[in-house]
């Protein structure tokens, strides 16, 4: 996956907006991103589903905005990057298909792009998909504060 997204970041130019001192892809962005991950992993005679069911949690706005800022940046970074990765798996999904693997990418655009890097790739996504699928799976849990903690284990 890492090398199909690699060639996406050299082919797309990306954007971004940039608030208090923090990046976030534009809507725009992952939906592109979404779009060429399903292209790139669609199985001989599986359906592509691209497009969106809505693109209203792509903002982060309640993210951007509201959430409180910590007073560490690195800090404060892990637990919009924990947020943003929570909005894909959570019941309201943004597109028709491949949220978790468009969710995981874009939580590794966000690390990226803020000089935060996961010490597992892209390509180690399937290791990890049992942990994401319960995460998915959960609506009554603590969510973000266990994909917090996975994060801060798993970030250089």
Not at 31 to 47: M, N, P, R, T
Not at 151 to 156: G, S, Y
């Amino acid at each position: 996956m890492l090398g199909h997204t690699k060639k996406w970041l050299e082919k797309d130019e990306f954007e971004y907006v940039e608030i208090n001192g923090i990046k976030y892809p534009t809507p725009k962005t992952i939906i592109s991103l979404h779009d060429f991950l399903v292209q790139c992993f669609v199985k001989e005679g599986e359906e592509v589903h691209e497009g969106t069911m809505s693109d209203a949690n792509l903002s982060f706005h309640g993210i951007k905005y509201y959430e409180k800022e910590k007073k560490n940046k690195r800090e404060d970074i892990i637990f919009k990057a924990a947020n943003i990765f929570n909005q894909f798996l959570e019941a309201g999904h943004p597109f028709v298909d491949g949220n978790k693997r468009t969710g995981f990418v874009t939580l590794w655009l966000f690390l990226t792009m803020n000089d935060l890097e996961l010490k597992l790739s892209i390509f180690s996504y399937k290791k990890y998909l049992k942990k994401i699928n319960r995460w998915a799976d959960l609506t009554d849990s603590d969510n973000i504060g266990e994909i917090i903690e996975w994060l801060k284990e798993n970030i250089k």
